[in-house]
C-alpha cells in the first residue's frame, strides 16, 4: 500500500509522473528518515472522469470530531462527523490511538477535470490519525 496516492486530472505525460513520483519519495525519505530502497510511497494516478466523488477513510481518534475538504481553497464537503474510536474496556492510555475505525460514504464532493489541490482541515478536536482517504466517483 502507498504511503502518499496524487491523483492527477489530465495533462502530464507518464514519464512527469515518474518524476514527480521520485521528488516526493525522496523528499518524504528525507524527511521521515526512512530508509532508502523502500518503494511505492508516493503513487500518482489519472483520474478520467470528472464528477461527484465519495470518500472512504480508515483513521483512529480518541475524540472524534470534524473535518473538512477543501478543493482549490474552496470549501467542498462542509462539515463531516469523524466518530470516537475511543474503547472504555480498553484501560491501556497508548493504545486508545490503535483502535482503527473505516467510514465509507463520509461525504461526497465534487470534482472537475484538471489539476486541484486538495485541502483537509480539522475542525475541532485535531487528535486524528488517517490511514488513508479514498475517493471514488459515484453516479
Do not use: C
Not at 9 to 18: A, C, F, I, N
Not at 86 to 101: C, K, L, P
Not at 109 to 118: I, T
Not at 128 to 137: G, K, L, S
Amino acid at each position: 500500500m502507498p504511503f502518499v496516492t496524487i491523483r492527477i486530472l489530465k495533462g502530464h505525460s507518464q514519464e512527469r509522473k515518474d518524476e514527480m513520483s521520485r521528488r516526493i519519495s525522496e523528499t518524504i525519505h528525507e524527511i521521515a528518515q526512512l530508509p532508502k530502497g523502500a518503494e511505492g510511497w508516493v503513487v500518482l494516478e489519472d483520474v478520467t472522469q470528472e464528477g461527484w466523488y465519495s470518500i472512504t477513510t480508515l483513521y483512529t481518534s480518541r475524540f472524534g470530531g470534524h473535518i473538512s475538504l477543501d478543493v482549490n481553497g474552496v470549501d467542498a464537503t462542509g462539515p463531516l462527523e469523524i466518530p470516537s474510536t475511543f474503547v472504555a474496556a480498553d484501560t491501556v492510555e497508548w493504545r486508545q490511538a490503535h483502535h482503527w475505525n473505516r467510514v465509507a460514504g463520509l461525504g461526497r464532493f465534487r470534482l472537475p477535470a484538471g489539476k486541484h489541490l486538495l485541502t483537509l482541515h480539522f475542525l475541532d478536536h485535531p487528535v486524528m490519525n488517517f490511514d488513508y482517504m479514498e475517493f471514488v466517483r459515484v453516479p
